[in-house]
């Protein structure tokens, strides 16, 4: 089955470091660009970034550039999403999903960050 | 960065009503713009990319088409099912932007 499946739900308290994953299965992974997106709860929905897995290329948006570091591992068909220090505004629910157009979408994890 | 500006911000209307969606970018992007739908609480889907192709399995009455920097979505007859948000997006050059999204309730 083609698929991405996400890591599950995170609870952190701001300061903290977090890297929540999304692995790819049922097709070529290294053939295609992965991206993230935010959804702050009642939100609309805010691209972050994507990486092409192929040769790990990294493009951010400007809002998240430097906020968060996007990488992959090939080896296992796996992106991820990482935060070094964590911030009660990062609280949301992320997605990983698949280029040109984001035709397939992980399930989401959910990141609540609370002191 | 490629900004895209989408109205309205929210909809009311009848079953059976003809509903339009519109996304305006702030340059040129030929016809890398996509639709997606939101229901709550759930993934978004994938419901047309190249501005005017229909994914495989979304219903007929969904449409999208292009005019310039300016992208409509249309919803031919609304269903009850249709009740979501959404969202269009730009992936020009690998950086995708969304707009601001529509919500879409039944009057």
């Known amino acids: 089955e083609v698929q991405l499946v996400q890591s599950g739900a995170e609870v952190k308290k701001p300061g903290e470091s977090l890297k929540i994953s999304c692995r790819g299965s049922g097709f070529t992974f290294t053939d295609h660009w992965i991206g993230w997106v935010r959804q702050v709860p009642g939100k609309g929905l805010e691209w972050m970034g994507v990486?092409?897995?192929?040769?790990?290329?990294?493009r951010y948006s400007p809002s998240f550039q430097g906020q968060v570091t996007i990488s992959v591992d090939k080896s296992i068909s796996t992106a991820y999403l990482q935060w070094s220090s964590l911030k009660a505004s990062d609280t949301a629910m992320f997605y990983c999903?698949?280029?040109?157009?984001?035709?397939?979408w992980g399930q989401g994890t959910l990141v609540t960050v609370s002191s | 960065d490629i900004q895209m500006t989408q109205s309205p911000s929210s909809l009311s209307a009848s079953v059976g009503d003809r509903v339009t969606i519109t996304c305006r970018a702030s340059q040129g992007i030929s016809n890398l713009l996509a639709w997606y739908q939101q229901r709550p609480g759930k993934v978004p889907k994938l419901l047309i990319y190249?501005?005017?192709t229909l994914q495989s399995g979304v219903p007929s009455r969904f449409s999208g088409s292009r005019s310039g920097t300016d992208f409509t979505l249309t919803i031919s007859s609304l269903q009850p099912e249709d009740v979501a948000t959404y969202y269009c997006r730009t992936y020009v050059s690998a950086r995708g932007t969304f707009g601001q999204g529509t919500k879409v309730e039944i009057k």
């Open positions: 190249a501005a005017s």
């Open positions: 990486i092409y897995v192929g040769d790990s290329d990294t």
């Open positions: 999903a698949r280029e040109s157009y984001f035709d397939l």
